[in-house]
């Protein structure tokens, strides 16, 4: 099970490597300011996730260890893959604060204002903890940015970010998505929803 808010998240690693919800609006934002080569910062990573979560996938729970195993493979997948999902939710959180009409930046201007700490956050010749406390800066924005007009006393505004939480069906080759969709229904009424969908 993964938790989250998944009307609030990016859909598309393009997302994530590009900077922005919109990727071509983010390869011009990466072209006034360069921020990394995403092929050498950002498919590692993913490259590590996916291994996680092929291994994850190819346990059968048949024992209290078989799920324990698979929990311990969630934990290390979701690690593996947090550099990105901090990403997403700067990604997400800039376009949500932007979007509010009193506020003067553009979802360019907020992103434009981290730039520094995201080039930080993914350079390998910078000290582990430089990168890990950059990390740390982007998450407290984006959350700040998340937090735009949430009613008081509602939740916090926890992105789902699907390429993230399910590697295995988003970016694995040859995958297309889920194999099982299993909801409920928008309620029609009466027959209706039979007769529209079938039984």
């Not at 959180?93 to 009409?101: E, I, Q, T, V, Y």
């Not at 992105?159 to 993230?164: D, I, N, T």
Request: aromatic share 6%; with cysteine.
């Amino acid at each position: 099970l993964r938790c989250g808010d998944s009307l609030l998240g990016v859909t598309s690693l393009e997302q994530v490597r590009h900077f922005h919800l919109d990727p071509d609006r983010g390869r011009a934002l990466r072209a006034e300011h360069p921020l990394f080569d995403p092929i050498k910062a950002i498919d590692p990573l993913v490259e590590r996730g996916l291994a996680v979560a092929h291994a994850l996938g190819s346990i059968d729970v048949v024992t209290l260890g078989d799920a324990e195993r698979k929990r311990a493979l969630q934990i290390e997948m979701a690690q593996a893959l947090d550099p990105l999902a901090v990403v997403g939710d700067v990604v997400v959180g800039a376009a949500l604060a932007a979007a509010r009409p009193s506020e003067g930046d553009s979802t360019e201007d907020k992103l434009r204002s981290v730039v520094e700490l995201l080039r930080t956050a993914f350079d390998d010749e910078a000290a582990q903890e430089t990168r890990d406390n950059a990390r740390a800066t982007l998450r407290d924005a984006a959350g700040y940015w998340l937090d735009t007009d949430r009613p008081e006393g509602a939740i916090e505004r926890q992105p789902l970010h699907w390429p993230l939480v399910f590697p295995e069906v988003f970016l694995a080759p040859g995958r297309l998505g889920f194999d099982v969709l299993v909801g409920n229904p928008p309620f029609l009424g009466g027959t209706r929803i039979s007769g529209s969908y079938g039984s």
